[in-house]
């Protein structure tokens, strides 16, 4: 079969269907090819008809439509399904030929195929795409890793279909070896999951607590957009809250309060846990869906536990911009925490990851897109070892700005038994990270106490390490293992 197109895709789902519609509008030919083969002849004659589109009816067809080095992404669902694509795949391509992962894959797996398909001669490539269905199609923020030699032949491609920031720079770029790019597009959702929560306690704070309607909130949110909280998510929020049923009502009032999830923020918390990150407003935020989901727990529990009826008292209008406030400093907190949780996995698994090119990279087409990641690009441009964003005196002057009104806002939601736990949860993070002192004096004490586990004084060089017999009955032998 003569070579015709310049990349393959297999899975026409609606993320598959609209990148390959992307990449024909950016005069790219594509060959495309699905289990189910009467997919391929729908999209063929129906969304793809007249355009340079292939419709393949094989895994040997697709791969013989394609020029060389071949290059055949993936967009099936993350686990056995790219695992089995992989093995159908192999036997029709060579060395130098490219598979690329774009789905949502957990990154641990990402190594192991990049590792496996190296050893075959070929190049791996795993790649995070964000920007759901009007993304993949107008143009989505694309983190590619994988194998470093396959980013020339994809780098045309993924940049032309990617988003654009004001300077016409593409939020596509390398991020690293083997699992870095699903990694990061690990830790955007994450952050996405934390933006979510937190836009939601702002909501049931504003309604349970003001009293405000549907409308009234939208209103909110729509003067919200305009400013420092200018973003994708606060942008749909002011759109949902505005959207009516067809007997007038809001709809948003209608729909059940049980949250799903799909297992990204998941994956964050626990690799925050692996890395010793605190990574408590995500952990927070996942556990916010789980307790949702506990719906008639929740309903039986309503009736039997006590707490204060909300009761507002005060200026509304100040305390909407009190509540503003809270909002942008723990969405600041979500990022720098999920920056942190980067730079400890890069320095663990020698990534070198570019976190300015990372905040550039989530400035358009991807779901947290916001204007305040040009701030964090900046902070990264000024100073590429900065422990934390929360550091950077952009950042550090405007959590002072919000300080007031964010303890306001989240002692009022104790004070009126409405939940926040993310945006307590950044409020605690943000005390414990400006501490000089904590109280882990006395819980290694209490280590040392029960378990011999040793501690470390003030008044002698780190690492030299004590133990105290407290009881008078304990011995001189002391645990083997101390982490800090």
């Given amino acids: 079969m003569k070579e015709v197109s310049d990349i393959g895709l297999v899975g026409l789902a609606v993320m598959g269907e609209n990148l390959v519609l992307n990449m024909e509008s950016k005069g ?4 495309v090819f699905n289990r189910t083969v009467e997919k391929v002849d729908n999209f063929t004659s129906g969304r793809g008809k007249g355009k340079k589109i292939f419709g393949a009816h094989s895994i040997e067809e697709l791969v013989a439509s394609l020029k060389r080095p071949r290059k ?3 967009m099936v669902k993350a ?6 694509f992989i093995e159908l795949l192999l036997p029709y391509l060579e060395p130098g030929d490219i598979i690329i992962d774009g789905g949502n894959t957990h990154f641990p797996d990402t190594v192991r195929r990049t590792r496996y398909v190296e050893s075959k001669g070929l190049l791996y490539i795993g790649t995070g795409v964000s920007g759901g269905e009007e993304g993949a199609l107008l143009g989505p923020s694309i983190m590619p890793g994988g194998s470093p030699a396959a980013w020339t032949s994809v780098k045309p491609i993924f940049q032309a279909i990617a988003a654009k920031v004001e300077d016409g720079s593409p939020c596509c770029d390398w991020v690293g070896r083997e699992g870095a790019g699903h990694f990061v597009k690990m830790v955007h959702n994450g952050i996405e999951y934390g933006d979510m929560q937190l836009i939601c306690e702002a909501y049931q704070v504003m309604k349970d607590l003001l009293g405000m309607s549907a409308a009234e909130m939208h209103e909110v949110f729509m ?4 400013g420092d909280l200018d973003s994708y998510l606060i942008e749909i929020t002011r759109d949902i809250l505005s959207y009516k049923d067809t007997d007038g009502k809001a709809i948003v009032d209608k729909i059940l309060d049980t949250a799903g999830q799909k297992g990204t923020g998941k994956w964050t918390a626990v690799a925050a846990l692996d890395e010793g990150i605190p990574l408590t407003l995500i952990g927070e935020a996942v556990f916010a869906r789980c307790l949702s989901a506990q719906k008639e727990e929740r309903m039986a529990a309503a009736k039997i536990l006590q707490g204060p009826k909300p009761a507002f008292k005060g200026d509304k209008k100040a305390f909407i911009e009190d509540l503003r406030k809270a909002l942008f400093a723990a969405k600041v907190v979500s990022y720098a925490q999920g920056y942190a949780l980067m730079r400890a996995a890069s320095e663990v698994n020698k990534w070198e990851l570019n976190y300015g090119g990372i905040a550039l990279m989530w400035r358009g087409g991807c779901i947290i897109r916001s204007v305040f990641l040009g701030k964090i690009k900046e902070a990264f441009d000024k100073n590429p070892g900065i422990a934390n964003i929360l550091l950077d005196p952009y950042f550090t002057n405007k959590l ?14 104790v004070l009126n038994g409405i939940p926040a736990p993310t945006l307590t949860s950044a409020l605690s993070y943000y005390d414990g990270y400006r501490a000089e002192r904590l109280p882990a004096n006395l819980l290694q004490a209490q280590r040392d106490y029960f378990g011999a586990h040793t501690y470390e004084r003030l008044d002698k060089p780190r690492g030299e390490f004590f133990h105290t017999n407290w009881t008078g009955r304990g011995g001189d032998t002391v645990s083997t293992t101390y982490t800090v």
């Fill in 28 to 31: 790219f030919s594509v060959s």
């Fill in 72 to 74: 055949v992404m993936l």
């Fill in 79 to 84: 686990g056995k399904a790219v695992d089995d």
């Fill in 223 to 226: 003067e919200w957009n305009k």
């Fill in 400 to 413: 002072k700005e919000a300080q007031d009104g964010w303890r306001n806002v989240v002692s009022q939601a």
